[in-house]
């Protein structure tokens, strides 16, 4: 039987009109939590997802940075709380 699809999940609980940024590209946070899957991996391989977050807290805007490295068939998630 062929080996199966690995891929590395990313889980990012933002806080409500998060903006959210993977390797520059805008992607819509309009979902949550947000679920950022890498492409198809082999066995043992891992995968960086360059995420960037920004979102408005009060009068000022906030912004997070960060590479967060998973191995095929691994999920990891950030979390970020805004203002309550």
Not at 18 to 38: F, G, N
Not at 50 to 79: C, F, H, N, P, Y
């Amino acid at each position: 039987p062929p080996p199966p699809e690995l891929r590395a999940r990313l889980t990012l609980n933002i806080p409500l009109g998060s903006k959210v940024w993977l390797a520059d590209k805008e992607m819509d946070a309009a979902i949550a939590p947000l679920i950022l899957e890498s492409p198809i991996l082999k066995d043992g391989q891992t995968y960086s997802f360059d995420v960037k977050i920004t979102w408005l807290e009060g009068r000022t805007m906030e912004e997070r940075k960060r590479v967060v490295v998973v191995d095929a068939g691994e999920m990891k998630s950030l979390t970020y709380f805004g203002a309550r």
